[in-house]
């Protein structure tokens, strides 16, 4: 089955810093790469996904880009707020399943 | 905005006890998924369900899990036999078309086995 590697497990990074989260994954098959951040105690929120057939999206502070060849897919995100301090997951879908990544914690310091 | 909703929001019950954990989908989504999530760690994926038969389960989802849509509204996850290990967040989710779309989350269920 799917297997996704997720790194770093904690980042922290100055207010207005970017912060860049990678991911790899195992199975060709996968075609949906959704992001989701969880905050203390939340449910998972999605922040952005990006399908097999594109390569690069983009929403205002965030963008993914995704490599089909080399099977890894990236979170950026850049002027970070003290508010993007959360838990980020990063996921992937073959068909009905989808497996997460081990998450990582980041931290924005004002 | 219509939401996934989840009940309880935490049930407490003994080691070998059977428990149900109810969500409620979004009224026109077709496909619905349980998560679960132990503290301090990952999500993992459990299940998915569409037209009322499993679509895809993890290695997780042994014998000891079962789920349902008794009726028109209600998805529930069955624990036959709690074990401690089974203590965790777990979440259902729905979408409306399945694969390569967006998951909507419920608030959770907080499960303490003792």
């Known amino acids: 089955g799917e297997n996704v590697e997720q790194h770093p497990s904690t980042l922290s990074v100055q207010e207005g810093d970017s912060a860049v989260i990678k991911c790899t994954y195992s199975?060709?098959?996968?075609?949906?790469f959704p992001w989701y951040k969880q905050e203390l105690g939340k449910r998972p929120q999605l922040i952005i996904d990006?399908?097999?057939?594109?390569g690069e999206k983009k929403d205002q502070r965030i963008a993914v880009t995704l490599n089909k060849t080399a099977k890894h897919f990236s979170l950026h995100i850049t002027e970070t707020q003290p508010e993007d301090s959360a838990v980020y997951f990063c996921?992937?879908?073959?068909?009905?399943?989808?497996?997460f990544g081990a998450g990582t914690r980041l931290t924005v310091k004002p | 905005e219509p939401e996934v909703t989840q009940t309880p929001s935490h049930q407490v019950t003994q080691m070998g006890q059977e428990v149900i954990l109810r969500c409620v989908p979004i009224s026109n989504h077709l496909y619905f998924y349980w998560y679960r999530q132990i503290l301090g760690q990952k999500v993992e994926f459990l299940v998915s369900?569409?037209?009322?038969?499993?679509?895809?389960k993890s290695e997780i989802f042994d014998d000891q899990f079962s789920v349902e849509r008794p009726d028109g509204s209600n998805f529930t996850l069955k624990i036959r036999s709690t074990k401690l290990e089974d203590s965790a967040m777990y979440f259902c989710a729905s979408n409306p078309t399945g694969a390569r779309n967006e998951q909507f989350f419920g608030p959770g269920t907080r499960l303490t086995v003792l």
């Open positions: 996921a992937a879908s073959s068909n009905n399943d989808m497996r």
């Open positions: 369900f569409y037209n009322n038969e499993i679509s895809e």
């Open positions: 990006i399908r097999s057939n594109v």
């Open positions: 199975d060709s098959a996968s075609n949906y």
